[in-house]
């Protein structure tokens, strides 16, 4: 049982549609993240939140827009997406920045299938 | 930019052998973490090395983290069904990359009972 509760676990959106993925994390931890995972690729960081404040985008294309409203949520809101942004998209948690020193706590994921 | 590379890519075993994936980073970490990841879920942290030569075990797995702090490796003792799975290193450079594990691409081990 997972302390990072993801939703939907499943989502097929056209390219021209506008969705949100939501993250919610019941450990009482300060940093938050989310990930990208596609098939043979290894995972890749997309942005980093602590404390609600954005440290860290990592070159994501605009089309994918985060957004966390205190430190137990997290969203990644999708629009104008392409089929190559279909991937599982993984959120994370821990307990704080420190230099990268704790360790990262998953969510299930969002497998996105973007037609 | 970091570059962490795993191998091998896959790893098929006859259960009750032994296992070994190994993690190279392309510049020197700060610590090192390891991940598995069941079939259809999620990554699950399993331990972090921090020491140059460093050794830590957890039941039948050993982790290794090189005198140099550039390369890691798992080793598991006579696999059983139930490491089925993917096995990732995640290095940290440390500096002003907050929150910044470089993950490598993860090793599939498939266990033939």
């Known amino acids: 049982e997972t302390g990072v509760t993801q939703t939907p676990r499943h989502l097929v959106m056209g390219m021209t549609n506008k969705k949100s993925l939501k993250c919610e994390q019941h450990?009482?931890?300060?940093?938050m993240y989310w990930y990208k995972q596609s098939a043979k690729k290894p995972l890749e960081l997309m942005f980093v939140y602590s404390l609600e404040e954005r440290v860290e985008n990592n070159s994501v294309p605009s089309r994918f827009s985060p957004e966390c409203p205190n430190s137990s949520h997290l969203f990644l809101h999708l629009h104008t997406l392409q089929p190559e942004d279909s991937a599982l998209y993984l959120c994370?948690?821990?307990?704080?920045?420190?230099?990268?020193?704790?360790?990262?706590?998953f969510g299930n994921g969002t497998r996105l299938t973007v037609t | 930019g970091q570059q962490v590379m795993q191998i091998p890519q896959y790893q098929h075993v006859q259960e009750g052998e032994d296992f070994t994936t190994y993690c190279n980073s392309s510049?020197?970490?700060?610590?090192i973490q390891w991940y598995k990841q069941r079939p259809g879920g999620h990554p699950v942290f399993l331990i972090q090395?921090?020491?140059?030569?460093e050794v830590k075990k957890q039941k039948r797995l050993t982790f290794q983290f090189g005198e140099a702090k550039k390369n890691s490796s798992l080793h598991i003792t006579a696999t059983q069904t139930t490491d089925v799975g993917t096995y990732f290193c995640?290095?940290?450079?440390?500096?002003?990359?907050?929150?910044?594990?470089?993950f490598g691409q993860g090793t599939i081990l498939t266990v033939h009972p």
């Open positions: 995640a290095g940290y450079a440390g500096g002003t990359s907050y929150g910044k594990l470089t």
């Open positions: 510049t020197t970490l700060s610590n």
């Open positions: 994370a948690s821990s307990q704080d920045l420190l230099q990268g020193w704790s360790p990262l706590h």
């Open positions: 450990l009482g931890h300060n940093a």
């Open positions: 090395l921090v020491k140059s030569g």
